[in-house]
């Protein structure tokens, strides 16, 4: 029997494998095996294991066997709270409405709009969802440590830039890697994509430093080659649409486990006497959301780029992350969400999937959010604010919602309606909506300035995915080639 030899986490495997099968229940299956998430990147044991191939191909039958019955009668339990996949048993729901002001009346003209209701609307997402950022810090500062050297066989030239948060000296860096054009004559427009690696595991360069990325075991710090890749992004397909890429690891600005406060850069803006979050302090998908903006204060003074042509790019947390980046910056010029799910682009008062309740429940994400967030936990009926509303907030700039088929733990459908509840606002602001109310099957795009788009698949991206993004890229930013 053939045998394949890897420094690997067992459980993980595990996990990856029924994720790429049937990662329609995504995180959902994985946290009743076990109470953590395939995105956290925690593990119980890192272990050198000798794995036959034979285990292999079991698993994968297994996982397939697993993936056809969740399909016919997905169930389940997260953190003790149930999980709803039965869309008989969603049952009716109101929406809050995105253009009608607290006072009650109803906006109906784009100066009420931008004056009234948006700022209204963007104080409930910082009180009640992401919780209260602060501005652009005083000392942050830029340094290239690479200028503009031949990369990606000739395709690109690339830059690497530390981006300094504050003058203290141990004050996270932002390690940011940007590639353009080999043959851009004038500024380019860019995608920023906030990864869940350091650049040397998110781009084929084998020219790049081995970057850094947090082990969740030890709370410590480790070449990004001693750990899981998540994945590359398909630089040279934006790269030849005559776009520029660039990526930096979401672990230099906040780490993403509960105990990560003390080395993320929330502690550096705690109050005199402060030792604990406040309700409406923020978590870090706010301050991963944070960091985004600070890389676009970068591009603002990078005369290769075109600053005012800047799309961003996040996965499943880190696709909440460009959600709100987006929402609250409006310096972005287009946002791609990739599978948001609850607590991004999937509607909260549907019950489907992932709800506030497990995204707050004790054992799993409560760190990434305000401390208000959990107070809608079984009661999202409730809630002032919904993911239709933050997709309004992103108007009148193109957004494009990326799910999958069998993503039921992000609730596909939810972000689908999420977008057509949002369809007003867009309209109201001269934009093209949706046009439609009819959930569209798969590989059967939507490419207006609201979009969505739906792989035959799961949870995250199939390679497939990046040619809809140049599409939806070349549609909005206009690159010049």
Same mark, same amino acid.
């Given at each position: 029997?053939?045998?394949?030899?890897? #420094?690997?986490?067992?459980?993980?495997?595990?996990?990856?494998?029924?994720?790429?099968?049937?990662?329609? #229940?995504?995180?959902?299956?994985?946290?009743?095996? %076990?109470?953590?998430?395939?995105?956290?990147?925690?593990?119980?044991?890192?272990?050198?294991?000798?794995?036959?191939?034979?285990?292999?191909?079991?698993?994968?039958?297994?996982?397939?066997?697993?993936?056809?019955?969740?399909?016919? #009668?997905?169930?389940?339990?997260?953190?003790?709270?149930?999980?709803?996949?039965?869309?008989?048993?969603?049952?009716?729901?109101?929406?809050?409405?995105?253009?009608?002001?607290?006072?009650?009346?109803?906006?109906?003209?784009?100066?009420?709009?931008?004056?009234?209701?948006?700022?209204?609307?963007?104080?409930?997402?910082?009180?009640?969802?992401?919780?209260?950022?602060?501005? *652009?810090? &005083?000392?942050?500062?830029?340094?290239?440590?690479?200028?503009?050297?031949?990369? $990606?066989?000739?395709?690109?030239? %690339?830059?690497?830039?530390?981006?300094?948060?504050?003058?203290?000296?141990?004050?996270?860096?932002?390690?940011?890697?940007?590639?353009?054009?080999?043959?851009?004559?004038?500024?380019?427009?860019?995608?920023?994509?906030?990864?869940?690696?350091?650049?040397?595991?998110?781009?084929?360069?084998?020219?790049?430093?081995?970057?850094?990325?947090?082990?969740?075991?030890?709370?410590?710090?480790?070449?990004?080659?001693?750990?899981?890749?998540?994945? &590359?992004?398909?630089?040279?397909?934006?790269?030849?649409? +005559?776009?520029?890429?660039?990526?930096?690891?979401?672990?230099?600005?906040?780490?993403?486990?509960?105990?990560?406060?003390?080395? +993320?850069?929330? &502690?550096?803006?705690?109050?005199?006497? /402060?030792?604990?979050?406040?309700?409406?302090?923020?978590?870090?998908?706010?301050?991963?959301?944070? +960091?985004?903006? *600070?890389? /676009?204060?970068?591009?603002?003074?990078?005369?290769?780029?075109?600053?005012?042509?800047?799309?961003?790019?996040?996965?499943?947390?880190?696709?909440?992350?460009?959600?709100?980046?987006?929402?609250?910056?409006?310096?972005?010029?287009?946002?791609?969400?990739?599978?948001?799910?609850?607590?991004?682009?999937?509607?909260?008062? *549907?019950?489907?999937?992932?709800?506030?309740?497990?995204?707050?429940?004790?054992? *799993?994400?409560?760190?990434?959010?305000?401390? #208000?967030?959990?107070?809608?936990? +079984?009661?999202?009926?409730?809630?002032?604010?919904?993911?239709?509303?933050?997709?309004?907030?992103?108007?009148? %700039?193109?957004?494009? $919602?990326?799910?999958?088929?069998?993503?039921?733990?992000?609730?596909?459908?939810?972000?689908?309606?999420?977008?057509?509840?949002?369809?007003?606002?867009?309209?109201?602001?001269?934009?093209?909506?949706?046009?439609?109310?009819?959930?569209?099957?798969?590989?059967?795009?939507?490419?207006?300035?609201?979009?969505?788009?739906?792989?035959?698949?799961?949870?995250?991206?199939?390679?497939?995915?990046?040619?809809?993004?140049?599409?939806?890229?070349?549609?909005?930013?206009?690159?010049?080639?």
């Amino acid at each position: 029997m053939e045998k394949w030899t890897t #420094n690997f986490d067992v459980l993980m495997f595990v996990d990856l494998l029924l994720w790429a099968s049937f990662s329609g #229940n995504g995180f959902g299956f994985e946290i009743n095996l %076990r109470s953590w998430g395939a995105w956290n990147g925690s593990f119980l044991m890192r272990v050198r294991q000798t794995i036959p191939l034979g285990m292999v191909m079991t698993a994968l039958t297994l996982a397939g066997a697993s993936a056809s019955a969740r399909a016919q #009668n997905p169930q389940g339990v997260v953190a003790g709270i149930p999980v709803n996949y039965d869309e008989a048993k969603v049952g009716t729901y109101t929406l809050p409405d995105a253009l009608k002001l607290n006072d009650g009346k109803t906006v109906t003209d784009a100066k009420t709009w931008w004056k009234k209701r948006r700022p209204e609307i963007v104080s409930l997402f910082e009180t009640q969802q992401y919780g209260v950022a602060p501005g *652009r810090p &005083k000392g942050e500062s830029f340094d290239v440590v690479e200028k503009e050297t031949p990369a $990606l066989k000739g395709k690109a030239t %690339r830059k690497r830039i530390d981006i300094h948060l504050s003058t203290e000296k141990n004050a996270p860096v932002i390690h940011l890697v940007e590639y353009l054009p080999a043959a851009a004559k004038k500024p380019v427009p860019m995608l920023l994509c906030i990864s869940f690696s350091a650049p040397s595991n998110s781009v084929d360069d084998p020219d790049l430093p081995v970057g850094e990325v947090w082990d969740i075991k030890t709370k410590t710090k480790i070449p990004a080659n001693k750990a899981r890749a998540f994945g &590359k992004l398909n630089a040279e397909a934006v790269l030849d649409a +005559g776009i520029g890429v660039a990526t930096f690891y979401y672990g230099d600005v906040d780490p993403d486990f509960a105990e990560g406060f003390s080395s +993320g850069i929330r &502690k550096y803006y705690l109050k005199a006497g /402060q030792t604990t979050r406040g309700p409406e302090d923020w978590g870090s998908i706010a301050a991963w959301a944070w +960091g985004m903006s *600070r890389v /676009q204060d970068y591009f603002e003074t990078d005369k290769s780029v075109d600053a005012k042509r800047v799309a961003i790019h996040g996965v499943s947390r880190l696709g909440k992350t460009v959600m709100w980046a987006g929402a609250h910056d409006q310096r972005f010029a287009a946002v791609i969400a990739s599978c948001s799910g609850e607590g991004g682009a999937a509607l909260s008062h *549907r019950d489907f999937g992932e709800t506030i309740g497990h995204l707050t429940a004790p054992t *799993r994400y409560p760190y990434q959010f305000a401390e #208000n967030y959990g107070k809608w936990a +079984g009661f999202p009926d409730k809630a002032p604010m919904d993911a239709n509303m933050l997709v309004g907030l992103v108007a009148p %700039r193109p957004l494009l $919602l990326q799910t999958g088929t069998t993503d039921y733990w992000s609730d596909p459908k939810g972000e689908f309606l999420s977008a057509v509840a949002a369809a007003p606002v867009y309209k109201l602001l001269g934009k093209d909506a949706l046009d439609t109310e009819t959930w569209p099957e798969a590989k059967r795009p939507i490419l207006h300035d609201l979009s969505y788009y739906m792989h035959d698949g799961g949870h995250g991206m199939v390679p497939t995915d990046w040619d809809i993004y140049v599409e939806f890229l070349k549609m909005h930013l206009h690159p010049e080639k």
